[in-house]
């Protein structure tokens, strides 16, 4: 990549369209290099000649700018953003995150991602995390607060409170549970 192309990206410059395009590496998005989205670190991006070059990469088309005309299908996106959350439920994905990864507008993912999902983003999130936290609760001997936070709830009192409702007990109770469930197959 060239000091006139970064700059470009930067500028958000759309002289340049259509003579390169740019991927983001940590998004799998391709984009226009006028396209809207906040700059990527430089040494997250890649440059392309052309939009096939990018697909052929298999980087997806921006939502926001779409390349070379180009519109990932809603449920391929949807899909991508569900993707997002499953690999980074650790972190504080808000609506705003994952609209800025997703190169979308928030009110736009947000419907889009009910509509397919059958439930909001953050409903979906804590879907995960819950469920991540139950495979540490299994698995792990770590104390209850630690795997709150491993799954992305500092506050190990709003952990147990979401853990209860979603799953119908405490974290606690679960984890005897398992345990007790385990022993009992083990020693039949």
Known sequence: MTNEMWRAIEACDAAYDGKFFY???????????????RTPLQEHVRIFSSTDAALADQYR????????GLKLPD??????????????YAEQLTLAKLAELSHASPYHMQRMFKRLKGASPAAYLQRVR????K???RSSESPISEIGSQVGYPNAAHFATVFQKESGCSPTTYRMAVRNDTEGVEGT
């Open 23 to 37: 991927g983001v590496r940590t998004t799998g998005i391709f984009c226009r290099p006028s396209c809207k989205s």
């Open 61 to 68: 088309p921006c939502k926001r700018c779409k390349p070379g």
């Open 75 to 88: 449920e391929e996106w949807v899909d991508a953003i569900a993707a997002i959350m499953e690999a980074r």
């Open 130 to 133: 819950i469920e991540a936290a």
């Open 135 to 137: 495979r540490l609760l």
